[in-house]
């Protein structure tokens, strides 16, 4: 931080961050210098704008130059202040656990949707497949006080997440969460179907992409969350194989997808006979965004 006459206050800081970011090519830079400050701070953001003039102490400034510094190398914020958000829940971050997006809200949206207008969903039974860090399990869980919600994943960094996140905001006790390869992790369950809803975020980025990705994805993120083989639609595949068998008539799946790979999901999805009523939903900034599709 170049020097300034007057003292380093909350606005100074906030101001010269945000320029700062804009020039490293930071993502949402008044918002990241915001999540900085107030992790060093230990304050709500709300509360940085009632405490504009505040002056930090040196050991404070000290602290937040340093994560200044490697925010700005494009290490994640969430990894700098171990916290994400999503669906307005706050959630712990885990290193070598896939950091939640707001893109993937679209899918918990649409689910919401369905849950709340067609018959026969009143209390219905989902299974969140690929959980990661339980972000979707989690909103879902906290969106549908009459769901029941299992959540698998591979990856034993990301079960140890998702159940820390689950039991830190109260919903350990109406999601379970269990290890291994998608349906096989059901294989141990006594109650494991049939689901009304499949949903997942799986990874969908293909193979050659992955080089090309943003730093703070490319080098911080795990890369089996991402890689999602050749053309990236890998586990989709093997998701609509094994799901119908796993779904009522009726159900539904809601699969997350890339920006461009709308009609190759679209023609994935009309391919198999089991489903019909096959969409790809758009997010707020009209990209493609989920597959879905219903359980004849």
Not at 71 to 91: D, K, M, Q, S, V
Request: include cysteine; proline fraction near 5%.
């Amino acid at each position: 931080m170049t020097a300034i006459s007057g003292p380093w206050t909350v606005r100074r800081l906030l101001e010269w961050t945000s320029g700062f970011f804009s020039r490293k090519e930071v993502d949402s830079p008044r918002l990241s210098a915001e999540l900085l400050l107030s992790h060093v701070l230990g304050v709500p953001r709300i509360k940085l704008y009632t405490d504009y003039d505040r002056t930090l102490k040196e050991e404070d400034l000290t602290a937040y130059r340093e994560l200044v510094r490697r925010a700005g190398e494009h290490e994640p914020i969430a990894h700098l202040t171990g916290r994400a958000y999503f669906f307005n829940l706050e959630l712990e971050a885990h290193r070598g656990v896939l950091i939640p997006r707001p893109d993937t809200e679209t899918l918990v949206e649409n689910v919401l949707q369905t849950v709340r207008h067609q018959s026969g969903m009143e209390s219905p039974r989902i299974l969140d497949l690929c959980t990661g860090s339980g972000c979707i399990a989690a909103a879902l869980a906290k969106g549908l006080a009459s769901a029941t919600v299992i959540a698998t994943d591979l990856s034993p960094k990301a079960i140890a997440a998702a159940r820390a996140n689950l039991s830190r905001l109260g919903l350990a006790g109406r999601v379970s969460v269990v290890e291994g390869d998608l349906f096989e992790a059901l294989d141990g369950i006594v109650d494991a179907g049939p689901f009304h809803l499949i949903v997942s975020n799986p990874p969908y980025i293909p193979t050659g992409q992955i080089s090309m990705l943003d730093r703070n994805v490319r080098e911080y993120e795990p890369k089996e969350a991402l890689d999602g083989g050749p053309d990236g639609l890998d586990f989709h595949r093997r998701i609509l194989t094994q799901a119908a068998g796993r779904m009522l008539p009726g159900g539904m799946y809601f699969l997350e997808i890339g920006f461009d790979q709308g009609p190759a999901a679209l023609a994935l999805g009309e391919s198999f006979n089991e489903y019909d009523n096959v969409r790809v939903l758009r997010d707020y900034g009209g990209n493609n965004r989920v597959l879905t599709g219903r359980r004849k």
